[in-house]
């Protein structure tokens, strides 16, 4: 299997597109995760059935956040994305996260050609405050079964804010390379 942090780039996020590799299809329990020594897909553990991700879940190659992994994303689609597939995304927000102490951001993205809503949905606010309350709860409570209060939802950011953590992001990884 290919090395996807060898392959794809982080794309154009300086004009709002980025590449996405996704991990987790919304409404698996799979947690699923890219292990990039051995590059491939490796199941991390099976989470509890009452917290299935509530959007796909993925990351964007060549970076690397505070936390030491790719930076997240969640793709947000009227579908499950299976894992392993790559798209172009449009770059809409971001959820900025702490889990165990550490930065862990969430850019929120859609399909840069979803000919349903991809025109429609340019910023968080096109989602709706419901969208996000329902994306802060599952990411407030996801692991409250196994390590009560380790996570937290510090906020939102715009387009222009996760662009600047995935440019952080993108230099992380230029120093670890």
Not at 35 to 45: C, E, G, S, V, W
Request: aromatic share 8%; charged share 30%.
């Amino acid at each position: 299997m290919a090395d996807f942090n060898q392959v794809l780039t982080p794309g154009d996020y300086q004009n709002g597109i980025v590449n996405a590799v996704v991990e987790i299809p919304q409404g698996s329990i799979l947690k699923i995760e890219w292990d990039r020594k051995r590059a491939t897909f490796m199941l991390d553990r099976v989470e509890p059935s009452i917290y299935p991700k509530p959007v796909n879940y993925g990351f964007i190659p060549q970076t690397l956040d505070e936390d030491g992994d790719e930076l997240d994303v969640l793709v947000v689609c009227a579908e499950p994305i299976p894992t392993g597939v790559y798209l172009e995304a449009k770059v809409i927000g971001i959820l900025n996260f702490i889990d165990d102490g550490e930065a862990d951001h969430k850019i929120v993205v859609v399909p840069a050609d979803d000919r349903n809503t991809g025109d429609s949905i340019n910023s968080l606010d096109d989602l709706g405050e419901r969208w996000q309350q329902q994306i802060a709860e599952h990411f407030t409570h996801y692991k409250d079964l196994k390590k009560p209060g380790t996570t937290k939802v510090e906020g939102w950011g715009n387009v222009e804010d996760a662009k600047a953590i995935i440019a952080e992001s993108i230099e992380r990884y230029k120093s670890q390379a």
